[in-house]
Protein backbone atom coordinates (compact mmCIF):
# COMPACT_ATOMS: atom_id res chain seq x y z
CA UNK A 1 0.00 0.00 0.00
CA UNK A 2 1.21 3.29 -0.47
CA UNK A 3 2.81 5.88 2.52
CA UNK A 4 -1.34 7.37 2.33
CA UNK A 5 -3.03 4.43 3.55
CA UNK A 6 -0.45 3.65 6.07
CA UNK A 7 -0.59 7.50 7.37
CA UNK A 8 -4.41 7.06 7.41
CA UNK A 9 -4.08 3.70 9.47
CA UNK A 10 -1.81 5.94 12.05
CA UNK A 11 -4.01 8.58 12.18
CA UNK A 12 -7.07 6.42 12.66
CA UNK A 13 -5.88 5.47 15.43
CA UNK A 14 -5.81 8.82 17.12
CA UNK A 15 -9.52 9.07 16.10
CA UNK A 16 -10.94 6.08 18.03
CA UNK A 17 -10.78 2.15 17.69
CA UNK A 18 -14.14 1.98 15.24
CA UNK A 19 -11.71 3.79 12.88
CA UNK A 20 -8.78 1.82 12.93
CA UNK A 21 -11.02 -1.28 12.79
CA UNK A 22 -13.31 -0.35 9.93
CA UNK A 23 -9.19 -0.71 8.18
CA UNK A 24 -9.71 -4.70 8.66
CA UNK A 25 -11.58 -7.07 6.69
CA UNK A 26 -14.52 -9.09 8.62
CA UNK A 27 -12.14 -11.86 8.19
CA UNK A 28 -8.55 -10.97 9.98
CA UNK A 29 -5.83 -11.87 11.96
CA UNK A 30 -3.80 -9.67 14.43
CA UNK A 31 -0.43 -10.52 15.46
CA UNK A 32 1.63 -9.25 18.44
CA UNK A 33 4.10 -11.60 19.67
CA UNK A 34 6.15 -9.29 22.26
CA UNK A 35 2.89 -8.87 23.79
CA UNK A 36 1.40 -12.22 23.20
CA UNK A 37 -2.03 -11.28 21.07
CA UNK A 38 -3.13 -12.91 19.01
CA UNK A 39 -6.78 -11.66 17.46
CA UNK A 40 -9.09 -12.87 15.16
CA UNK A 41 -12.75 -11.13 16.79
CA UNK A 42 -13.20 -7.16 16.17
CA UNK A 43 -14.83 -6.74 19.36
CA UNK A 44 -11.18 -7.59 21.03
CA UNK A 45 -9.49 -5.70 18.30
CA UNK A 46 -11.77 -2.64 19.25
CA UNK A 47 -11.04 -3.34 23.06
CA UNK A 48 -6.93 -3.52 22.15
CA UNK A 49 -7.32 -0.73 20.04
CA UNK A 50 -8.83 1.77 22.85
CA UNK A 51 -6.72 3.23 24.39
CA UNK A 52 -4.44 5.01 21.50
CA UNK A 53 -7.13 6.91 20.86
CA UNK A 54 -6.93 8.54 24.16
CA UNK A 55 -7.08 12.28 24.25
CA UNK A 56 -7.10 13.14 27.91
CA UNK A 57 -4.27 14.43 29.24
CA UNK A 58 -4.63 13.75 32.74
CA UNK A 59 -5.54 10.38 32.70
CA UNK A 60 -1.80 8.83 32.49
CA UNK A 61 -2.79 6.48 29.43
CA UNK A 62 -0.76 9.05 27.39
CA UNK A 63 -1.19 11.31 23.96
CA UNK A 64 -0.39 8.24 20.95
CA UNK A 65 1.63 9.65 18.72
CA UNK A 66 2.69 7.55 15.80
CA UNK A 67 4.79 8.64 12.75
CA UNK A 68 5.52 6.64 9.26
CA UNK A 69 9.18 6.74 8.56
CA UNK A 70 9.30 4.17 5.76
CA UNK A 71 6.53 2.18 3.73
CA UNK A 72 7.61 -0.78 1.56
CA UNK A 73 4.91 -2.59 -0.79
CA UNK A 74 2.30 -2.59 -3.01
CA UNK A 75 -1.38 -3.53 -3.40
CA UNK A 76 -1.18 -6.92 -1.51
CA UNK A 77 1.28 -6.24 1.28
CA UNK A 78 3.13 -3.92 3.19
CA UNK A 79 6.08 -3.08 5.67
CA UNK A 80 5.72 0.19 7.94
CA UNK A 81 8.53 1.07 10.27
CA UNK A 82 6.87 3.51 12.29
CA UNK A 83 7.85 5.74 15.65
CA UNK A 84 5.70 6.14 18.80
CA UNK A 85 5.68 7.90 21.36
CA UNK A 86 3.36 8.79 24.64
CA UNK A 87 3.78 12.22 26.11
CA UNK A 88 1.83 12.23 29.66
CA UNK A 89 1.63 8.43 30.14
CA UNK A 90 1.98 7.68 33.67
CA UNK A 91 3.55 3.72 32.90
CA UNK A 92 4.34 1.74 30.04
CA UNK A 93 3.52 -2.34 29.90
CA UNK A 94 3.65 -1.93 33.64
CA UNK A 95 6.46 0.21 34.03
CA UNK A 96 6.63 3.66 35.85
CA UNK A 97 7.50 6.87 33.12
CA UNK A 98 8.55 8.76 36.18
CA UNK A 99 8.07 11.54 34.19
CA UNK A 100 9.93 10.55 31.11
CA UNK A 101 8.01 10.03 27.67
CA UNK A 102 7.79 6.39 26.41
CA UNK A 103 8.32 5.49 23.01
CA UNK A 104 9.33 2.69 20.85
CA UNK A 105 10.06 1.81 17.03
CA UNK A 106 8.53 -0.98 15.19
CA UNK A 107 7.77 -2.90 11.98
CA UNK A 108 4.42 -3.69 10.68
CA UNK A 109 3.49 -6.08 8.21
CA UNK A 110 0.14 -5.77 6.56
CA UNK A 111 -1.92 -8.33 3.70
CA UNK A 112 -4.86 -6.55 2.05
CA UNK A 113 -7.57 -8.10 0.41
CA UNK A 114 -8.98 -7.10 -2.98
CA UNK A 115 -10.78 -4.20 -1.22
CA UNK A 116 -8.04 -2.93 -0.07
CA UNK A 117 -8.64 -4.09 3.79
CA UNK A 118 -5.79 -5.49 5.99
CA UNK A 119 -6.44 -9.38 6.65
CA UNK A 120 -3.41 -9.92 8.41
CA UNK A 121 -1.31 -7.78 10.65
CA UNK A 122 1.98 -8.95 12.37
CA UNK A 123 3.54 -5.99 14.52
CA UNK A 124 7.15 -6.01 15.94
CA UNK A 125 8.54 -3.78 17.87
CA UNK A 126 11.48 -2.85 20.04
CA UNK A 127 10.55 -3.16 23.71
CA UNK A 128 14.06 -3.36 25.09
CA UNK A 129 14.97 -0.07 24.19
CA UNK A 130 11.67 0.96 25.75
CA UNK A 131 12.38 -0.39 28.69
CA UNK A 132 15.86 1.15 29.15
CA UNK A 133 14.95 4.72 28.52
CA UNK A 134 12.48 4.20 31.02
CA UNK A 135 15.41 3.12 33.44
CA UNK A 136 14.55 -0.65 33.42
CA UNK A 137 17.84 -2.47 33.78
CA UNK A 138 18.17 -4.32 30.40
CA UNK A 139 21.37 -6.47 29.66
CA UNK A 140 21.75 -7.98 26.01
CA UNK A 141 24.65 -9.62 27.31
CA UNK A 142 22.15 -12.16 29.46
CA UNK A 143 20.73 -13.53 25.92
CA UNK A 144 24.03 -14.66 25.45
CA UNK A 145 24.51 -16.05 28.72
CA UNK A 146 21.67 -17.85 28.31
CA UNK A 147 21.94 -19.39 24.78
CA UNK A 148 25.34 -21.16 25.80
CA UNK A 149 24.06 -22.53 28.86
CA UNK A 150 21.14 -24.24 27.02
Given at each position: MSHSFAVKWLKAFRESPEAVVALYADD???EDPILGQKITDRDELLRVFGPYANKDTENGIGINNFRIDEVVGDEKSAIYRWTWKAPTATAFVGVPTNGKVPGARGLTF????????????????????????????????????????V
Open positions: FLFHIYNEAGLITREASLWDIATAAADLGQPVDPSSVTKSAVL
